[in-house]
């Protein structure tokens, strides 16, 4: 299984950025989808964005439309997540997933290789 590595966590105020990053193996990103992923206490976990591995098109829960921008570098093989305009509710651990390409993206259950995760506090 690959290795993922999630990185750019923090306490932060509303309103304010962050960018996460999630490491993988090489060429992970060229051979999977790739998706964010978070966990709130008490909340299941929820898909927040992915992108596809070969003709990068994105998908976003809607809550996070217009803020959250996914992206990837295949040379780095890194996955990354653009969080702007931070909301307290946006509070939760953070996790990167690889997913089988034969399933759709935007569907939880085609990741199966998780990331340790890091997080994300928003304080109002």
């Known amino acids: 299984q690959a290795q993922l590595k999630e990185s750019g966590g923090g306490l932060v105020q509303a309103g304010d950025s962050l960018r996460l990053s999630c490491a993988t193996p090489p060429r992970t990103v060229m051979w999977y989808n790739m998706g964010w992923f978070r966990q709130a206490p008490g909340k299941e976990r929820e898909l927040v964005a992915a992108i596809n591995r070969s003709d990068r098109s994105t998908y976003y829960v809607d809550s996070v439309k217009g803020r959250f921008t996914i992206s990837k570098d295949d040379r780095k093989s890194t996955v990354y997540l653009q969080m702007n305009n931070l909301r307290p509710e946006d509070t939760a651990v953070y996790y990167c997933?690889?997913?089988?390409?034969?399933?759709?993206?935007?569907?939880?259950?085609?990741?199966?290789?998780w990331g340790q995760g890091t997080q994300v506090t928003v304080s109002s």
């Open positions: 997933a690889a997913g089988h390409p034969g399933t759709p993206m935007s569907e939880k259950k085609a990741y199966e290789n």
